[in-house]
């Protein structure tokens, strides 16, 4: 029987959420994903010594120099992992634009203009924008410019239903952070059946389906490989590259656990969303405001370690 991971290649794209270039290469996920934290590790890694050394000669002098060298590596990480996955790769815009809608298309527009300078197409390249009501709209913008975009910190499903009816190309409902609340809320241990991150997901991903909705679903921010299993059939899955090894090692049967029919199934009506009612549905449910508010912080505290490391070695 094969292992757990070639098995679920079948039933949901793979996604590796690592900039780790060795991993890449041995795990071969169909897209990969990154993120302020995944960038400032990997331009720390020995595999991009020479291309942190060439961005800072570049960028000395520049004007807003550290701002430009951290552009200059996000893109570049990306850039590298193009060459190595078949399909797309995820790019984030500075968290702290994360509630500037028009600031976030600039940037979003200028990571696009820098991938075709590296000789990667815009059909390679997802934008990742925070879903904040601000982020979503900006989305609108930018997927009727026909730059596609990655939703992430999606925890509820009023962020769901806003990103679908701004045409978003992707979204990143995540799983683990919503377990990490609720247990520490309630003191109770999940298991894949009972897990609130992943009855989050795979009810977006019911609605999603029973209205015909094209946006891709791709859960994120695993614990452990149950919560993955959990969710075999989703459109798209993007996991760490210890849990794609643990399900590589793993044998069994993995059936699908999500399946278009099913959700079919379930006769989901469509829900309006506007801003009065996306801002009162985040304002109603604690765990969707505070996971999203600490995502962007932590991604904007990454992004202030990449800045501290370039202004030391600057000097």
């Known amino acids: 029987m094969a292992n757990k991971l070639d098995q679920l290649r079948k039933l949901s794209v793979v996604v590796g959420d690592t900039g780790d ?27 991009f010594a020479d291309h942190l050394a060439r961005a800072l000669k570049a960028g000395k002098g520049r004007k807003n120099a550290v701002q430009a060298i951290a552009d200059d590596l996000t893109v570049t990480v990306g850039a590298e992992l193009s060459k190595i996955v078949p399909g797309k790769v995820s790019t984030e815009v500075d968290a702290r634009l994360s509630f500037e809608k028009k600031a976030s298309i600039k940037k979003a527009r200028a990571l696009i203009a820098a991938y075709k300078e590296l000789g990667i ?3 390679r390249v997802l934008i990742k924008l925070a879903s ?6 900006a989305a609108r913008v930018l997927q009727a410019e026909g730059i596609e975009c990655n939703m992430t910190l999606i925890f509820n499903m009023a962020q769901a239903v806003a ?17 990490d609340w609720y247990g520490k809320a309630t003191g109770q241990t999940y298991t894949p059946a009972t897990d609130p ?14 209205n015909g909705i094209k946006t891709v679903v791709m859960g994120a921010s695993f614990r452990n490989i149950g919560q993955i299993e959990a969710l075999a059939g989703c459109d798209r899955l993007t996991i760490s590259p ?3 090894g643990e399900l590589q090692a793993a044998t069994g049967d993995l059936p699908a656990a999500l399946t278009i029919a099913k959700a ?4 989901m009506a469509p829900m309006a969303m506007d801003e009065g009612t996306f801002r009162w549905a985040m304002n109603e449910d604690p765990m969707a405001t505070e996971k999203l508010a600490e995502g962007i912080r932590n991604f904007n505290a990454d992004t202030q370690k990449l800045f501290a490391l370039i202004e030391k070695a600057l000097g």
């Open 264 to 267: 079919k199934a379930t006769g």
């Open 242 to 244: 210890q849990l794609l």
């Open 197 to 210: 991150g992943v009855a989050s997901v795979a009810r977006i991903y019911d609605y999603y389906k029973s």
């Open 132 to 137: 904040t009501w601000e982020g979503i709209q």
């Open 163 to 179: 990103c679908a009816d701004a045409g978003a190309f992707l979204i990143s409902p995540f799983v683990g952070r919503i377990t």
């Open 121 to 123: 197409k815009q059909n």
């Open 21 to 47: 270039i060795d991993a890449v290469r041995a795990l071969k996920p169909q897209d990969c994903t990154t993120n302020p934290s995944i960038v400032l590790k990997a331009v720390q890694s020995p595999a």
